[in-house]
């Protein structure tokens, strides 16, 4: 069967780093996707991945290995409006999207 | 650019009756439509694709008359929810893509909360 895995529910510090990471396995892949969600409101884009190695974009960046089917998001500078849902998603050999299950981000002052 | 917007943004409705949501990519055209059903604290759940002018295509487990897609031009897609029961309470959210599959990016619109009393 195909499965993303991601934490539940992760913490952390206003102006801290946090890293959220995303394993999955899925039959084939093109590329995988981080959408941001809060409460009560539909997901917004924040990066896409299809070759390996660390995209960067702003205070967010997304690592991608696929030898080892795993992804992470990173947030720098926490800021408390970073509190939100973040789904990790698997394009696979049909183009279909897979989705995480979101993991929970609460930023603590 | 690439706005999508959804309409009702909420809906109360008692058991039985029939709820159509609309979902409209604004300035741009959409090829294909994705409806998404989300229960609290769980992921998005595909519930059906749609392409401009075919019949969609459902997820297993969908029931095709009870969700009614319609997707007639390039700019709007709706969602009726038949006979609604308390059930089919939940977050329903709509995106759409310039491209025949999901390989290009989903625009979300901002997702409607049904209510069935």
Same mark, same amino acid.
């Given at each position: 069967g195909q499965n993303i895995d991601q934490p539940t529910e992760m913490t952390a510090t206003e102006g801290a780093i946090v890293q959220i990471n995303c394993t999955y396995q899925t039959s084939g892949f093109n590329g995988l996707f981080w959408y941001q969600q809060h409460a009560g409101e539909a997901p917004t884009f924040l990066s896409y991945n299809v070759l390996d190695g660390l995209e960067e974009k702003g205070r967010f960046s997304s690592f991608l290995s696929r030898s080892k089917g795993y992804s992470y998001l990173l947030l720098k500078e926490?800021?408390?409006?970073?509190s939100a849902s973040y789904l990790c998603a698997v394009l696979d050999s049909n183009y279909q999207l897979i989705w995480g299950a979101g993991t929970k981000l609460i930023i603590k002052p | 650019g690439a706005v999508v917007s959804q309409h009702p943004s909420r809906v109360i409705c008692k058991s039985g009756t029939s709820v159509k949501i609309e979902c409209r990519s604004l300035d741009f055209q959409a090829t294909t439509m994705f409806w998404y059903r989300q229960f609290p604290k769980q992921s998005l759940m595909l519930m059906a694709t749609s392409n401009e002018g075919s019949k969609a295509t459902y997820e297993q487990g969908v029931e095709k008359d009870k969700f009614l897609i319609n997707h007639? &031009?390039? /700019?709007l897609s709706t969602l009726t929810v038949t006979s609604?029961?308390?059930?089919? &309470?939940s977050f329903y959210i709509c995106s759409a893509s /310039?491209?025949?599959?999901?390989?290009n990016e989903q625009f979300f619109g901002p997702g409607t909360r049904l209510t069935v009393l």
């Open positions: 926490l800021q408390m409006k970073d | 007639a &031009s390039l /700019t609604a029961h308390p059930e089919d &309470s /310039t491209g025949q599959s999901s390989y």
